[in-house]
């Protein structure tokens, strides 16, 4: 895992992270950081789109339920959390690692937390990349020998 991270990265390990996980990572670090809510968390719903292969024209699939909220440390840096469902105490914790990891404790974040975050899920994914492998079947011809 490379130790540079964009904003975009973390965000999205934090989207993907199981919550039970991330919540016994984030009190792990024992950081309490004080804050005021900018946007309390609240559900709503979003349309996801999709595309046919990938390439063709957009079309609304349907919606899923999110959870979003906006905080600003005491310091100044503000946080915004996205997750998908209904879990506000996820989208808390999100909102203050995005904010803390703007501010100097980002490096300690991003060792004890987001780093081991995605190891975890990329040797789950790596996990089941090889249980579906297992089930592969290849499918040959032979040939007969005719002209």
């Known amino acids: ?13 934090l989207a993907k992270a199981p919550a039970a996980r991330l919540a016994a990572l984030w009190q792990a670090l024992e950081m309490a950081p004080e804050f005021t809510w900018l946007r309390a968390p609240e559900i709503g719903a979003t349309m996801v789109r999709g595309r046919m ?3 063709g024209a957009p079309f609304n699939l349907g919606e899923m339920t999110v959870t979003r909220c906006s905080l600003q440390l005491a310091s100044g840096e503000v946080g915004h959390g996205y997750v998908q469902g209904r879990d ?7 909102a203050l690692v995005d904010a803390v990891m703007q501010g100097d404790a980002a490096a300690q ?6 780093i081991p975050l995605q190891d ?3 040797a ?3 996990t089941r990349a090889a ?8 499918f040959f ?3 007969r020998g005719e002209d």
């Open 53 to 55: 292969g990938g390439t």
């Open 120 to 122: 975890e899920m990329a």
């Open 124 to 126: 789950d994914s790596a």
């Open 109 to 114: 974040v991003r060792a004890e937390l987001l």
């Open 88 to 94: 506000k105490d996820k989208a808390r914790i999100a």
């Open 1 to 13: 895992m490379t130790v540079e991270m964009t904003r975009r990265d973390w965000m999205s390990a």
């Open 131 to 138: 249980k579906a492998a297992a089930t592969k079947v290849d």
């Open 141 to 143: 011809t032979m040939v």
